[in-house]
């Protein structure tokens, strides 16, 4: 990812189609949920995307562009707090998502990854509520256009000059 802004208030990444990033795989299939043996392989990123996060949110909220720029939806990611490490952010998706159309109609997203991720333990069963309302919070600050949604991101380009993101070196080391 290539980091827009990154103000004590909220930091903005852009991931550009192409992107390569690495996917747990076992047996030549990606894992939706993390087993204790995989490997992990390089994947080209699909779409043009912007990422917002706040400190201490538990949701990123994403706007994916089509191929031609024209906005696709936004998708809100129920993930832990954005945490600084000495190679850029880390964070932990929690598997549940909603995708939220233009017009404003939302659906949740992988509800099924999420009951299984709880029921592994991965995940306190107490927070299902918790991070249920965290999404549904993003879900109506987008409908209501609060800030950072206020503003035109469906006309927003990255810089031509930006260099395409590359996993620095070290990005697998805790």
């Known amino acids: 990812m290539t980091v827009v802004e990154d103000a004590e208030e909220q930091i903005t990444l ?8 690495m996917a747990p795989f076992r047996n030549g299939e990606r894992l939706k949920i ?3 043996e995989y490997e992990l392989v390089e994947q080209p990123y699909k779409a043009n995307a912007l990422s917002f996060a706040w400190p201490g949110n538990p949701a990123a909220v994403l706007l994916f562009y089509g191929p031609d720029w024209s ?8 993930e832990d707090p954005l945490r600084r490490s000495p190679v850029g952010f880390d964070t932990l ?8 159309e233009l017009d404003g109609s939302w659906r949740w997203k992988d509800e099924d990854q999420f009951v299984e991720v709880i029921e592994r333990g991965l995940l306190d069963p107490r927070e299902e509520g918790r991070l249920r309302a965290e999404a549904e919070d993003a879900v109506r600050r987008i409908a209501e256009r609060e ?5 035109d991101w469906f006309g927003w380009r990255p810089d031509p000059a930006w260099p395409p993101p590359t996993l620095p070196d070290g990005w ?3």
């Open 147 to 151: 800030p950072p949604f206020d503003r």
């Open 71 to 78: 906005p696709s939806h936004w998708y809100v990611n129920l």
């Open 34 to 36: 993390q087993e204790a």
């Open 172 to 174: 697998d080391r805790v």
């Open 14 to 21: 852009f991931i550009p189609a192409g992107a390569r990033w």
């Open 93 to 100: 998706d929690h598997k549940l998502d909603v995708i939220v």
